[in-house]
């Protein structure tokens, strides 16, 4: 019990010495004019940075897929081109030892 009134204290007292400090940048940044009001929250209120950390980690995971499928997209169509010019490579090789009646 001792401990955790101790624990409580301890995280209280450092609530509110930061008190001061958010007051001043309010008064500071919104009532002297510099800021908007929903400009603030954006930078300060922990909720919306939340939901911009996780809008931009969703845009992220949007970006890799795209990127995942453009590459895979990409990797294949190099591939089909690979086995049609190894086909015609081949071709030609056997037309050539037919025209030379050699074997290579």
């Given at each position: 019990?001792?401990?955790?009134?101790?624990?409580?204290?301890?995280?209280?007292?450092?609530?509110?010495?930061?008190?001061?400090?958010?007051?001043?940048?309010?008064?500071?940044?919104?009532?002297?004019?510099?800021?908007?009001?929903?400009?603030?929250?954006?930078?300060?209120?922990?909720?919306?940075?939340?939901?911009?950390?996780l809008k931009?980690?969703?845009?992220?995971?949007?970006?890799?897929?795209?990127?995942?499928?453009?590459?895979?997209?990409?990797?294949?169509?190099?591939?089909?081109?690979?086995?049609?010019?190894?086909?015609?490579?081949?071709?030609?090789?056997?037309?050539?030892?037919?025209?030379?009646?050699?074997?290579?």
């Open positions: 019990m001792e401990d955790e009134k101790h624990y409580l204290l301890y995280y209280l007292k450092k609530f509110i010495d930061k008190i001061p400090k958010v007051i001043k940048d309010i008064i500071e940044n919104v009532f002297e004019g510099s800021m908007s009001v929903d400009l603030y929250k954006r930078q300060h209120d922990p909720d919306m940075l939340e939901k911009q950390k931009i980690e969703s845009n992220h995971r949007i970006f890799r897929l795209y990127n995942k499928q453009q590459v895979d997209k990409s990797l294949k169509h190099i591939n089909d081109e690979m086995d049609e010019a190894a086909e015609e490579f081949y071709h030609t090789k056997k037309d050539k030892e037919k025209d030379d009646g050699l074997s290579l």
